[in-house]
């Protein structure tokens, strides 16, 4: 069964990147059934997705984040990674990877890692 | 891109039903049968509920059904229990620069 789990800091000052990992368990990154995403929640806010990317390398950002996102897959560790650059305050919030599937559930994020809180303060 | 309108609250007694709009658009909710819907407890990570605008994935109560007229789609919680209590939210897929426009999200309260 696949499950997701998300790490890095919790606390990143303004203008710098923000930095998280997913870790893929239960199944291969490089399974063609799966778009690796991110998605965020700001306290007490909504759910935004951030952006996705195939085990190919092919990516797809929300347009409104896209200049300062960069999401990459590393098939050798089964992870993905979010960098997001320039944070300011609007960028704290807890940061979830799930995956968005063309086969079991299409077009729905199916699998959610717990979530990691990123606060962006100095 | 917008988010898609949802209600902010709804509730219900247990055994009743309450029912959740979700307002897009035709480039999102209208131009797709990619409505999906999912479930937040406080503090947890969000459960996927119903995709493709009506189904349920395996493990999920009968007692949540989804539809869609237009641009509009809604989500109905059929004989409320204690533990339905929860935020919702919609999700449409809205083309390849958006995997996911979400709703505002609903609280539901059972009374």
């Known amino acids: 069964q696949l499950q997701l789990q998300e790490s890095g800091p919790g606390l990143v000052k303004p203008s710098e990147t923000l930095s998280l990992t997913c870790t893929v368990s239960?199944?291969?990154?490089?399974?063609?059934?799966?778009?690796w995403g991110w998605i965020r929640q700001p306290p007490g806010k909504g759910l935004e997705w951030i952006g996705s990317i195939y085990y190919s390398g092919s990516t797809y950002y929300n347009p409104s984040l896209k200049s300062r996102v960069t999401i990459s897959v590393d098939t050798s560790k089964n992870q993905f990674s979010l960098k997001l650059s320039s944070v300011t305050a609007a960028d704290t919030a807890v940061y979830y990877c799930?995956?968005?599937?063309?086969?079991?559930?299409?077009?729905?994020?199916?699998?959610w890692g717990q979530g990691t809180m990123v606060t962006v303060s100095s | 891109q917008s988010a898609l309108t949802q209600p902010p609250s709804a509730s219900g007694s247990p055994g009743q039903s309450v029912t959740i709009s979700c307002t897009g658009t035709?480039?999102?909710?209208?131009?797709?049968?990619?409505v999906s819907w999912y479930q937040q407890h406080p503090g947890k990570a969000p459960k996927l509920m119903i995709y493709e605008v009506s189904k349920r994935p395996s493990g999920v109560p009968d007692r949540f059904s989804g539809s869609k007229s237009g641009n509009t789609a809604s989500l109905t919680v059929s004989g409320l229990q204690a533990e339905d209590e929860a935020d919702y939210y919609c999700s449409s897929y809205a083309g390849s620069n958006n995997f996911g426009v979400f709703g505002t999200g609903t609280k539901v309260t059972v009374l």
């Open positions: 799930a995956t968005w599937t063309t086969v079991t559930t299409p077009g729905a994020f199916d699998i």
């Open positions: 239960g199944g291969s990154i490089s399974s063609s059934s799966y778009y």
């Open positions: 035709s480039s999102d909710v209208g131009g797709y049968n990619y």
